[in-house]
């Protein structure tokens, strides 16, 4: 199956998904996952940003085991046809960088994070895509980052 879409394409549609799940590896080998704010990255070139604390299971279970994957999803609509459905795997990076918090901070995130880059315990996590599977109604296809 040839694959129509593009990183550009796909980054297109994932600025407009505020919710991304994030799935990883837990200790005892099984696939957990939970939502994570896609903060509004507007130039998605393979990597996404999350926040979370340095001491939660997920900060552990990326620790651990770095690859994850990424879910984004807009349901079926009028405008959206059949919904849009993109998985990305990717290997995550935790970063403890002030610097690089900032870069990646959305004020959003202050409800969550009261301190904002200042919260103790905070982390950023880096998911680095290695490879997109996506479908758009019928059409689908899959590409290397």
């Known amino acids: 199956m040839a694959t129509t879409k593009t990183l550009a394409d796909i980054a297109a549609d994932m600025q407009d998904i505020d919710i991304a799940m994030l799935a990883t590896k837990t200790a005892e080998g099984e696939i957990t996952s939970r939502p994570m704010s896609n903060n509004g990255e507007v130039e998605y070139k393979g990597d996404s940003f999350y926040f979370s604390h340095a001491t939660s ?63 103790p315990d905070l982390i950023m996590i880096k998911v680095h895509a290695n490879h997109i599977r996506y479908w758009y109604g019928a059409e689908q296809g899959e590409f290397d980052v």
């Open 57 to 119: 299971r997920l900060a552990a279970e990326i620790a651990q085991d770095p690859r994850v994957t990424l879910t984004f999803t807009i349901e079926p609509g009028l405008l959206t046809g059949g919904g849009t459905y993109i998985a990305v795997q990717g290997q995550a990076e935790l970063i403890r960088d002030k610097a690089r918090f900032a870069e990646h901070w959305s004020p959003d995130l202050d409800l969550y994070f009261e301190e904002g880059i200042d919260t």
